[in-house]
């Protein structure tokens, strides 16, 4: 992929009649997306990035040597290669050695090398943006927070690392509505929770299953919909288990250019449906939150500005 310079002189080139010529793309860039496709674990990922911060030197190195540059088991590299879609590490280094000997004979230069952070970021927005079109239309967000400000208990599931969002939904939503509970742990925990949620009168849960998708997770939510629980689920994929069980599903991409993902865009979700809560019954949420500022003013809950 050509870099906003290249692109720019390349529409520049366009517009002026002139020929254009091809692009060379750079190492980094040839990298990423090699290795941005799959959904890589976080181990895999951490070889991913000693690939391309080391490219001239590591693609010539063993199974063995890479692995231990690494600090992973030669399995786990036999399996990123997999994973990336070669036969073997001898095909993927075949690969990579293509790359860097491309740029030791005088191709484009490694320097965006140091710009991975920069690349997280530029990921993070592109989801952003296409959330962004997503909302062009918000009446299916709009219906679902409606549902969920009714339902009484509302149930919010979030297990392993989807925890902190469920947590920040949770923290939030009790604000505005009476009865908010909160499933962090998977297993019996999760199935007594949701079942006393449908006994106490619930009718919705809302989930969140960011990668690595859990078999807690899938479990949970079938549970749920056993019982007679609707479930609303925020996830990075449209389809899959887990979206397949869920009533609604809001498919929301994940950051994955670091070793462990990162949440711009669902986090975005989750207050978009807090504020379609909000809206749901306003004059429930302007009453429960005055009584909150109250409390909070009483008992100093905050620093003063």
């Not at 674990?41 to 001239?56: N, V």
Request: aromatic share 6%; no cysteine.
């Amino acid at each position: 992929m050509p870099s906003p310079q290249q692109a720019r002189a390349q529409a520049s080139a366009i517009t002026s009649g002139r020929a254009v010529p091809e692009v060379e793309v750079a190492p980094t860039s040839q990298l990423r997306e090699l290795f941005d496709g799959p959904r890589l674990s976080p181990g895999q990922r951490r070889i991913a990035q000693y690939l391309i911060e080391h490219i001239t030197e590591a693609a010539f190195l063993s199974i063995t040597e890479l692995a231990d540059r690494v600090g992973v088991s030669q399995p786990s590299v036999t399996r990123f290669a997999s994973a990336v879609g070669f036969s073997g590490y001898p095909a993927l280094r075949e690969r990579l050695q293509s790359i860097a000997l491309r740029t030791l004979a005088g191709g484009p230069g490694m320097e965006d090398r140091a710009n991975e952070l920069q690349a997280a970021v530029d990921g993070e927005i592109e989801n952003l943006e296409n959330l962004r079109r997503d909302f062009a239309d918000p009446d299916r967000v709009i219906h679902v927070g409606r549902e969920l400000s009714r339902s009484t208990p509302l149930t919010v599931l979030g297990l392993r690392i989807s925890v902190s969002l469920a947590e920040y939904f949770g923290y939030a939503a009790r604000r505005i509505h009476p009865d908010v509970r909160l499933v962090t742990r998977g297993g019996s925990v999760a199935y007594d929770a949701l079942l006393q949620s449908r006994e106490a009168g619930g009718t919705w849960v809302l989930a969140f299953a960011m990668p690595r998708h859990s078999q807690e997770t899938l479990q949970a939510v079938r549970v749920a919909r056993s019982a007679g629980l609707k479930v609303a689920l925020v996830t990075d994929l449209a389809l899959g288990p887990v979206a397949d069980e869920a009533d609604v599903t809001f498919a929301t991409g994940t950051g994955s250019r670091l070793v462990f993902d990162s949440y711009a865009a669902p986090g975005v979700m989750a207050a978009a449906l807090l504020q379609a809560m909000t809206d749901a019954d306003p004059e429930r949420t302007q009453a429960r939150l005055e009584k909150y500022e109250q409390l909070s003013e009483q008992h100093q809950f905050f620093l003063k500005d």
